[in-house]
């Protein structure tokens, strides 16, 4: 293992299609997912990102927004060496992408090299809200080397700008960007299933299905997820072959009625999530958290799509035994953390991971009541952490971090949430209601209190009330009115 040269960092943004700078078009993500993928195969390796954030421009104001990122690198070349390798294979040729140095550990560096001067840290990166804000994700406590004061005093000192950077959620081919705390969005559920819990699953009955999911876009519903294997307790396991003939016909049919429509698939099977991308699905979400195929995450990093990594023990014929808990916002936080670290490791960006507490999954009545109630604690917990345990070098007894640190407890950067409590027992218990249809009503109880502790997504079946829901939701406690 090469040692690490402290903390590598880059901004790194993707120039809107219509700047004079950028001789390309094309979707701005897949441009920066590319740029990740150049730097682990010429420069080091990513270890972590932050969010994606559309960003005004800040200098050349009449352009369309730019989206920014900032990286960390593990590498074992110098800063010049670093800078030729970047201006060899990021920024020759066409221009869709720019890539800056910001900090280099604590090292000061002023040097000429044959293709111009070098400069760390960054000249302007303590003026520039697109570089700070994403860097927050990362780094809020650093300190800079130069200044001598951390990345969030430099943040905070800034002016309050008319056009804050926004967190974004990429989603599709079309270049579809979701902000980030400011709406909830609303997923309704399509079960190709001939047995769900819920008793709404079409079976492999298309027609059926396309008629769900066009009354749920009609009902408001921003998102589908298409499930083709029920995960009810002991329920039993579809293979590979009949769960990928349940759910592309499904998807195919959808997205040639919707073709903007975000879609997910609701799969634990790598060879069922590659065949749904490649049917229309723009996400894919794993209810064991990508442990039960060892190929998912692989699969979903070539793919570049967003996954949805959910809190489950076992599997849905064990995970009722499985109940026991020390404290559970803490333990579903430490567990989850684990499957949110691999998927880095897999090369998937921050951006592109979305964490699931699993409500109703391997969970009693307490403990799902209990996780709503603590919503915000999980959004805190994977939000940005300090840096608990300074090292020079990083051994292999920790999780290797390009700052110089080991991170003990590597809780993630600023996570995007999902809660899905739709129509579970706990509900029917709570209300009296042995009808999971008749529990639309207890649902949106959680959706109201999942926006309150800062959701992003909620996962339903009832899509009308809980889009209103979210709606008021929303106003209370995000937008205002």
């Not at 010049?80 to 201006?87: A, F, K, Q, S």
Request: some cysteine; glycine content about 6%.
């Amino acid at each position: 293992m090469d040692l690490v040269h402290d903390f590598t960092s880059f901004a790194i943004w993707s120039c809107p299609p219509s700047n004079p700078r950028c001789n390309l078009s094309g979707n701005r993500a897949s441009n920066l997912h590319r740029a990740v993928q150049e730097l682990n195969a010429h420069a080091g390796r990513v270890v972590r990102t932050s969010l994606l954030y559309t960003t005004s421009p800040q200098y050349v104001t009449d352009q369309p927004q730019f989206l920014n990122a900032v990286l960390e690198l593990s590498t074992s070349l110098s800063a010049v060496d670093l800078l030729l390798v970047l201006l060899g294979t990021l920024r020759y040729g066409p221009r869709v992408l720019d890539v800056d140095i910001l900090f280099y550990g604590t090292h000061v560096v002023h040097a000429t090299t044959a293709v111009g001067p070098l400069i760390i840290p960054h000249a302007l990166l303590h003026e520039r809200d697109f570089v700070l804000r994403p860097l927050l994700d990362l780094a809020a406590d650093f300190v800079h080397p130069i200044l001598q004061q951390t990345i969030r005093t430099l943040h905070a000192a800034l002016p309050v700008p008319t056009n804050p950077p926004i967190p974004v959620l990429s989603l599709g081919p079309h270049d579809l960007l979701w902000p980030l705390h400011t709406k909830t969005y609303v997923m309704g559920i399509v079960n190709a299933t001939p047995d769900s819990f819920s008793g709404d699953g079409v079976g492999v009955d298309v027609t059926a299905a396309l008629a769900a999911a066009t009354a749920m876009v009609d009902q408001g519903a921003d998102m589908l997820d298409i499930g083709g294997e029920s995960t009810k307790p002991h329920a039993p396991v579809v293979s590979i072959d009949d769960e990928i003939a349940r759910v592309v016909p499904v998807l195919r049919a959808i997205r040639h009625a919707f073709p903007l429509l975000p879609l997910s698939i609701d799969t634990t099977k790598a060879r069922v999530a590659a065949a749904a991308i490649e049917a229309g699905a723009n996400m894919v979400n794993d209810v064991s958290g990508a442990t039960a195929d060892s190929n998912m995450l692989a699969t979903v990093a070539a793919a570049q799509v967003p996954i949805v990594l959910m809190h489950m023990r076992g599997t849905p014929a064990t995970m009722t035994f499985q109940k026991t808990y020390n404290d559970v916002v803490a333990d579903v936080i430490a567990e989850l953390t684990s499957s949110l670290d691999a998927a880095m490791a897999a090369g998937i960006p921050t951006w592109h991971v979305v964490a699931d507490p699993g409500i109703g999954f391997a969970k009693g009545l307490a403990e799902n009541v209990t996780l709503l109630r603590h919503v915000s604690k999980l959004k805190a917990a994977w939000a940005p952490c300090p840096l608990l345990v300074r090292r020079r070098y990083s051994g292999a007894a920790c999780s290797l971090q390009t700052w110089g640190f080991c991170i003990v407890n590597s809780l993630y950067t600023s996570k995007i949430r999902v809660i899905g409590a739709s129509r579970k027992a706990f509900l029917g218990t709570l209300c009296g209601k042995p009808n999971p249809a008749d529990r639309g009503n207890a649902t949106a109880g959680t959706c109201a209190a999942a926006v309150a502790g800062g959701a992003d997504v909620v996962r339903v079946h009832d899509v009308a009330v809980c889009v209103d829901v979210c709606k008021v939701s929303d106003a209370i406690w995000r937008t205002g009115v």
